[in-house]
């Protein structure tokens, strides 16, 4: 059986969407697949965007013969959001929070929907999703991913110029991370 590395190689250097399925296919369901594959776009996005891109062009074929739906969705915000479309990209990784696997991925695989509903204008809907991802990931005991949609959100604030509320949300998040040092201290 091919590794998961080689068989993500495999779909990178696919000239067609058959070609493609045909790598895929015979390893349909293989556990680690869909992770796997949105890992190499986000190590790609940095350095090679259209690489990253290409690769997320074969987003519907991991969600359906991957092992996990959520992270083809997330890959493909990755590529909405590169390519500026900012409500596909925040329907995308809103997706990949209705399909996670566990609570937590629930929550912070839509930290991503919080930056592209602002840059959407839809600065509402960015700020309550803020508050609903972080109220629920600080249930979870995940006050990092919590200070982490903090963050987001405070930098969309400061982006709008509205100073006084993102220094609210960076505060909260940099009291997040201070607690987590302390911890690791002690």
């Not at 990178?12 to 296919?25: D, N, T, V």
């Not at 690489?51 to 062009?57: C, E, V």
């Not at 929070?97 to 959407?120: I, M, N």
Request: glycine letters at 6%; proline letters at 3%; hydrophobic letters at 40%.
């Amino acid at each position: 059986m091919a590794t998961l590395t080689s068989l993500i190689d495999h779909l990178e250097q696919s000239g067609s969407r058959q070609e493609a399925r045909k790598i895929l296919s015979p390893h349909r369901g293989l556990p680690g697949l869909s992770q796997a594959y949105f890992e190499r776009i986000a190590t790609h996005f940095s350095s090679n965007p259209a690489r990253a891109y290409s690769l997320a062009d074969h987003w519907r074929l991991v969600a359906s013969l991957g092992d996990d739906p959520s992270y083809a969705y997330r890959a493909k915000g990755v590529a909405d959001r590169g390519r500026g479309n900012w409500l596909a990209s925040a329907r995308s990784f809103m997706k990949a929070g209705e399909l996670a696997k566990t609570a937590g991925h629930r929550y912070s695989f839509q930290a991503g929907a919080v930056d592209a509903l602002a840059r959407a204008a839809k600065m509402a809907e960015a700020e309550q999703l803020a508050e609903e991802l972080s109220s629920g990931l600080k249930s979870l005991d995940e006050p990092l991913f919590a200070a982490r949609i903090e963050l987001n959100l405070g930098n969309v604030l400061l982006l709008q110029d509205r100073m006084k509320e993102s220094r609210v949300h960076l505060e909260k998040a940099l009291s997040a991370f201070e607690e987590r040092d302390r911890k690791s201290v002690v």
